[in-house]
């Protein structure tokens, strides 16, 4: 999610007759570093050189990004909902990172909410938050932050899992299920 300092993108466009561009004719070569493809008259030359420096360890965001904001919340099971479900997910968080997901209840259920994860990697804190907005519960653990509570109505609920310390990337588990209530 949060890329250092310093950031250089480079992209260069070899045409024929331009200094350090190649004639036509077919096939390709390579100039410099860069993958040059000749068709016909001309050649064409992409150099994508992507730099990023600056003393901090980069940290690549997860494929549910951007999920930093309830507004960007990753749905959990689309247009369904988690009434007597499992879903599970393998999510990452950068130093700082936030993730939100949401879920729809129809009914009472019992909720119980998990992230696993390595606690030399840093700290996390799992929450639930109500139709409102409102937190109703979290929880932190040394490797599981799990939230087990009874929702005694339907709606459409948000996890948020916040990175709490740590300098690393924080690989963890997350697995919701909704079990129905006896009447």
Request: with cysteine; aromatic share 6%.
């Amino acid at each position: 999610m949060r890329l250092p300092a310093l950031h250089l993108f480079t992209f260069v466009i070899l045409l024929p007759g331009c200094p350090g561009g190649s004639g036509g004719g077919g096939g390709g070569s390579t100039i410099g570093g860069s993958s040059t493809s000749t068709a016909g008259s001309g050649s064409v030359s992409v150099d994508t050189t992507v730099t990023a420096s600056s003393g901090e360890s980069q940290c690549v965001d997860d494929m549910d990004e951007p999920n930093d904001s309830p507004g960007e919340a990753i749905d959990l099971l689309p247009g369904l909902p988690l009434d007597d479900a499992d879903v599970a997910r393998t999510p990452a968080l950068c130093p700082g990172d936030v993730d939100y997901y949401t879920f729809t209840l129809d009914t009472s259920n019992y909720l119980i909410a998990e992230a696993r994860f390595d606690r030399s990697m840093g700290n996390l804190r799992l929450s639930v938050l109500g139709p409102n907005g409102a937190e109703m519960w979290s929880s932190m653990g040394g490797r599981l932050a799990a939230v087990n509570r009874l929702i005694d109505s339907g709606g459409l609920y948000t996890l948020r899992v916040e990175h709490l310390d740590g300098t690393a990337k924080l690989d963890y588990e997350l697995r919701v299920r909704a079990l129905p209530t006896m009447p």
